[in-house]
């Protein structure tokens, strides 16, 4: 996003979003943008540490070649909002930006998702006003005023059945049909794992009928998907539905792929780069290098600072990174916002770390604090700016927050606002673990009472993402050895537990879901006692909507019976497992011996 200056009113386009001329990774992306259709899986993956010019990269190749392409037609989904780490959200953003742009049909995936979001969130009613994923145009805006005001629970078969009979330029063949209707006996999760085959049935699709089209999928920070929770266990597991599901099931689509480590892909399956008879591999992994001098001057010039000695330090000092080449910008602007005039001493033998604390030299008290406290909330709007302002920089208000937006390390989304990773990392290292625990306490404060405020039954999306944040600042608390709070935190989880267990109309599964997900972040903890009582209550209350036998209520409860185990209550994990377990599964035979 562009970024307005207010002594001049220019308009500067931070380098990180600035494509500059790199030959290299633009000549790749010709040359495999020409053979999608010739090619199964092609794959570009380009990686570079934080701040290069990543991004801007991907908005050049859409905006140069793919814009200006009759025959090209693309999508684009970016984790670095947390939201769009999901399967289901992420595959629902690539068919709604190929919907809206190019007016493709996604009737398999669209009847895939009511069905997939009746299990998920079944007390919602399938009307335009409360389902987030209508579109005007799509099937479903066209069958929603069937259903309104009534429950989303069973509406695939019919959904189906109205596909089959209206959508006559959708090959609805009788497989398809039988796939589709198979999932309404699968559980929420189950489904969504299967979202991918349909998305890429529908791609597919349009392919076969428009068989010049170049398709091309883009993803952005890919290694948000692994955010808070990178591990050896999970470095090949995290992203396998993009990797075996999404890619894997999409012939002759070209990914572009954008992260900060080299893809590892090959160390499971030595295939993905393992080159052809022309001598092309499928996954092709290119190292986005730093900014050239020449490029940096460019830029310069392009930002109106043309002096040359300012440059030479200014150049010096970034050394090719877009992020530290953005931050001499905005000290060069924030020197002169002071009506002083900028020198080449102010870049004088700054080297990157220090560049930081250069840039924060030239801001006010109040700025820092500001700035400070906004770092701790992985992302803010209005309210949570307000809130965290006066708390921490009682002289700033809500109408400062443009002032904040000036600078080029903050992205809007929406009405959402994010700081640059490295910008964060360096806020966040430049505080004493005092001030980082104040600002958590704070944040873990707010989201606790947003949680217990939020109506969870009939806004679980929200929820969702309100408990995302409110995991996310307890953690942090407990890293900087404050773990009463999260004990607070499970109490605060338990009141909803206990609504859960004493309401015996109202259940979602995919709500206990995100409580056995805190669960298994206790685990992860070594917090078993935790982890146990959560998992005790939503066996419970799964036992009592969907059955002792159902396949969900028996993981709960085989997780329950493992926690007894560590807890060293072998006696209660054998009852556990006598009444779930298979006798002749190995972990029952396990706990019974334990026991004798």
């Not at 595959?91 to 009737?107: A, H």
């Not at 109040?366 to 309210?383: G, I, M, S, V």
């Amino acid at each position: 996003m562009a970024k307005i200056r207010t002594d001049d009113k220019k308009t500067i386009v931070p380098a990180t979003r600035l494509f500059t001329d790199r030959e290299s990774p633009k000549k790749t992306f010709k040359d495999r943008l020409a053979i999608t259709n010739e090619t199964d899986y092609n794959i570009i993956f380009y990686y570079g540490v934080g701040g290069i010019g990543k991004t801007s990269l991907q908005k050049h190749l859409k905006e140069a070649h793919l814009d200006r392409d009759k025959d090209a037609i693309y999508s684009w989904v970016d984790f670095y909002i947390a939201k769009n780490r999901s399967t289901h959200k992420a595959l629902r953003l690539l068919s709604q930006n190929f919907q809206v742009k190019e007016k493709i049909s996604f009737t398999a995936f669209d009847i895939a998702y009511s069905i997939y979001w009746s299990k998920a969130f079944p007390e919602q009613d399938l009307s335009k006003a409360k389902l987030p994923f209508i579109e005007e145009g799509n099937l479903l805006s066209g069958v929603v005023g069937l259903f309104e005001d009534t429950s989303a629970v069973s509406v695939g078969l019919s959904l189906i059945s109205y596909a089959a009979d209206k959508i006559k330029q959708f090959s609805f063949d009788l497989k398809l049909q039988e796939q589709l209707k198979a999932l309404e006996q699968l559980e929420a999760d189950a489904i969504e794992d299967k979202l991918p085959y349909f998305f890429n049935k529908d791609i597919n699709k349009y392919k076969e009928n428009n068989p010049e089209k170049k398709v091309v999928i883009f993803l952005d920070t890919y290694e948000a998907l692994w955010m808070d929770k990178r591990t050896d266990a999970n470095a090949l597991s995290q992203d396998e539905w993009i990797r075996d599901s999404l890619i894997s099931e999409s012939k002759n689509i070209l990914f572009v792929i954008c992260g900060r480590e080299k893809l590892r892909w090959s160390e499971e399956t030595p295939a993905w780069e393992e080159k052809d008879t022309r001598g092309i591999a499928e996954l092709d992994q290119h190292r986005v290098g730093y900014l050239s001098k020449k490029d940096m001057r460019y830029f310069l010039d392009s930002c109106d600072i043309n002096e040359v000695a300012i440059q030479d330090e200014i150049v010096a000092s970034a050394k090719g990174i877009p992020f530290y080449l953005d931050l001499c910008v905005d000290i060069y602007y924030e020197i002169k916002s002071k009506k002083e005039i900028p020198t080449p001493e102010d870049f004088l033998n700054v080297k990157q770390e220090k560049i930081f604390e250069r840039f924060m030299r030239y801001l006010d008290k109040d700025e820092h604090k500001t700035l400070y406290a906004l770092a701790h909330a992985r992302y803010f709007d209005e309210e949570i700016f307000e809130l965290l302002v006066q708390k921490f920089s009682p002289a700033h208000c809500i109408s400062d927050l443009d002032a904040i937006n000036r600078f080029s390390f903050i992205t809007q989304d929406g009405d959402e606002y994010y700081i640059d990773g490295l910008m964060r990392e360096s806020l966040l290292k430049a505080q004493s673990d005092t001030q980082n625990i104040r600002a958590y306490e704070f944040l873990c404060e707010y989201y606790n009472k947003c949680l217990i405020n939020l109506d969870i039954i009939h806004h679980p999306q929200e929820s969702v993402e309100v408990l995302n944040e409110a995991v996310y600042s307890h953690l942090q608390l407990y890293e900087l050895g404050v773990h009463e709070s999260l004990e607070k935190f499970r109490k605060t989880i338990f009141i909803f537990l206990k609504a859960y267990a004493l309401n015996s109309t109202k259940f979602s599964l995919h709500i206990i879901t995100i409580f056995e997900n805190l669960a298994s972040l206790y685990i992860s903890l070594g917090s078993y006692a935790s982890a146990f009582d959560i998992y005790e209550q939503s066996s419970a209350i799964k036992e009592r909507h969907l059955g002792l036998k159902h396949p969900s209520t028996v993981n709960s409860y085989t997780n329950l019976a493992i926690l007894s185990c560590y807890r060293g209550n072998i006696r209660n994990a054998l009852s556990i497992a006598k009444k779930c377990l298979d006798k002749d599964s190995d972990l029952y035979q396990k706990i019974l011996s334990l026991s004798q």
